[in-house]
């Protein structure tokens, strides 16, 4: 399969389920998850800062631009690995044509710690990668980009053990997944000119189609695929 079939099946998920695919990636991204650039956090550069104390009357909007900013690191430091479980659990339940809903967002709390450590892990991990030049680092990022939807769909798997799952998953498929994504530049691109509404829409089709590409690596290799889960 390549990125048209992916992007395919991601389409056929969300053809009656826009509404709820752009409400949940909403929330998942308010809340740390990551997923796309709606502008949420504010970034002034020097010269807006300094004209801003100048001005008595506009140091209470500098004062919230700050505390919103701060408000949603915050958020997104300790919610946004174990949301960012919650929404890939909506995205395989979409994708599978299970019941999806919001409150999808919320079934992984209880594994505050597993989603924090891969958060924090795959951060570090991307990083150090990043300190030889970016191409390492970016590589690194594919090489983990399925722990995420591990870990959701194994709930005796630790942070450590999905990104060691990762590398197996995405050995010889990295490219494959980098060119997925670079299918969605023009998507992308033409959010950025909407002053990024259009990713609104872009977003839950792309990684609507990240998970394609996860399910399809489970399919075909049995070895990836989830455990069994035990009936009541």
Known sequence: MYAAD??????????TRWAPAVLTALVASLLGAELFPLDLQIQLDPTQIQQLLLNPTLVPIFQGMVAWSLTLAIIGFFLGGVTHLGYCRFQLNLLDQK????????????????????????????FLWSLLLFVPGLIAAYRYAMAPYIL???????????????????????????????????WRLLGILT????????SPYSTLSTAAFYRWRCQENPAFAPPAQETP
């Open 195 to 202: 002053l990024g509404i259009g990713n609104l829409w872009v």
């Open 99 to 126: 019941p999806a809903q919001l409150s999808d967002l919320f079934s992984q709390f209880h594994r505050f710690g597993a989603g924090f450590c891969l958060n924090l892990l795959t951060g570090l991990f991307i």
């Open 6 to 15: 992916f992007r395919q099946r991601a389409r056929l998920a969300l053809r």
């Open 152 to 186: 959701a769909e194994d709930p005796g798997c630790t942070a450590s053990e999905a990104l060691a799952r990762s590398t197996e998953m995405m050995r010889g498929y990295k490219a494959r997944l980098f060119c997925l994504d670079l299918s969605f530049f023009g």
